[in-house]
C-alpha cells in the first residue's frame, strides 16, 4: 500500500515541476544592420528604365542552410511587407532553385519573414530601391524543438543592393 500511496503524489510533482518551469522565450527579428547581417552594393548594375519609370523595384530571396551553404533549404515559406505597412505576398515555397521571386514592388523598406519547419525563424529588414533588384541571402540554422530553452542557432542575412545612383556606369 505505501507504493500506491507514493505514486499518487507523482502527478502533483509533475504539475508542481512544469508549473515552476520559465515560460518559452521567442527570439526578437534582427534588423538589416545588425552584427549577423551585411549589407553589399555591387559596382555596377543594369537599371531596368521601364520599373525605375512605375518607381519599383524588385526582390529576390535565397534561403539557404548556415550548417551547409551550398544547400538550399526546401519549402521554405517567406513573406514580405513594407516595414510600414501590412504584408504585400507570401510564397508558399520556392522555386527549383531555391529562389523567392517579388517583382514590381514599391520602393522602401520591406521586412522579410523566413520560416520553415525545423529551422529557426528569421526576421529582416531589406531595401527595395529604383529600378533594381535586390538579392538577400538568408541562411537559417536548425532549431531544437520541444527544448526550453532553446539553444541558440546560427543564422545571418546578405542583402546585395544597386550601387548608388551616381556611381552606376552609363
Do not use: K
Not at 507504493?3 to 538589416?32: D, K, M, N, T, W
Not at 533549404?73 to 504585400?88: E, F, K, N, P
Not at 537559417?140 to 542557432?153: D, F, L, R, S
Amino acid at each position: 500500500m505505501p507504493i500506491i500511496r507514493a505514486l499518487s503524489h507523482v502527478p502533483l510533482f509533475a504539475i508542481a515541476v512544469l508549473g515552476c518551469a520559465p515560460a518559452y522565450q521567442a527570439r526578437e527579428p534582427e534588423p538589416l544592420n545588425s552584427p549577423s547581417a551585411q549589407t553589399i552594393r555591387r559596382g555596377w548594375s543594369v537599371v531596368d528604365d521601364a520599373l525605375a519609370a512605375r518607381q519599383q523595384g524588385r526582390l529576390a530571396i535565397i534561403v539557404r542552410s548556415a550548417d551547409h551553404p551550398l544547400q538550399t533549404v526546401s519549402q521554405a515559406r517567406t513573406q514580405i511587407s513594407l516595414v510600414s505597412g501590412s504584408t504585400i505576398a507570401t510564397t508558399p515555397r520556392l522555386d527549383s532553385l531555391g529562389v523567392a521571386h517579388f517583382d514590381s514592388l514599391t520602393i522602401g523598406i520591406y521586412r522579410i519573414t523566413v520560416t520553415r519547419l525545423g529551422y529557426a525563424r528569421v526576421v529582416v529588414d531589406a531595401p527595395v530601391e529604383l529600378g533594381c533588384r535586390t538579392d538577400v541571402e538568408v541562411y537559417v540554422g536548425m532549431e531544437a524543438i520541444g527544448m526550453n530553452p532553446p539553444p541558440p542557432t546560427f543564422r545571418r542575412a546578405v542583402a546585395t543592393l544597386c550601387p548608388r545612383r551616381d556611381a552606376r556606369a552609363p
